[in-house]
């Protein structure tokens, strides 16, 4: 994991480029998201933020989110439960999900699904990215 001065610097380049301003709220979230766990929802960003800026609303969150998703620094995960995660490993790759607990983990020496994306382009829909997630149970609950 890169340092804190790193992942500030890389996010206020971003922020710049756009002419956007670069906030604390700005700053924390994306921090929160680039600390060890790289899955968060909502809520657990906004209580990891709530611990440096008090008063941090939900719906600063979810915009700031999406914000951060545009510029390329988060994207957001399908886990098939109802709260979307967010990711900030935006590389291509692929995701175990435990059904039991909830836990989610990378996969590594994954592609992306190129076919997938490939057909859906030939019925023309504009495809972002197409993600792939293994479901079952894992080690923990298999055990
Ligand atoms: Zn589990
Ligand atoms: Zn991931």
Redesign the pocket.
């Known amino acids: 994991m890169p340092p804190v001065s790193d992942i500030d610097q890389h996010l206020v380049g971003k922020l710049r480029e756009r002419h956007l301003r670069v906030t604390p709220q700005r700053i924390v979230i994306h921090r929160a998201l680039c600390a060890q766990s790289q899955h968060l929802t909502a809520d657990q960003v906004l209580a990891r933020v709530s611990e440096t800026l008090p008063g941090t609303s939900l719906p600063t969150v979810y915009s700031t989110l999406e914000l951060l998703e545009e510029l390329g620094l988060v994207r957001r995960v399908g886990t098939g439960n109802s709260a979307v995660v967010f990711d900030s490993r935006v590389e291509p790759h692929a995701h175990t999900v ?1 059904r ?2 909830g ?1 989610m983990a990378d996969l590594e020496g994954t592609a992306a699904p190129d076919d997938a994306l490939a057909r859906a382009g030939a019925a023309g829909f504009v495809a972002d990215h197409a993600q792939l997630v293994v479901w079952g ?2 080690s ?2 298999a055990a």
């Open positions: 435990c039991r607990c836990a149970l894992c923990a609950c």
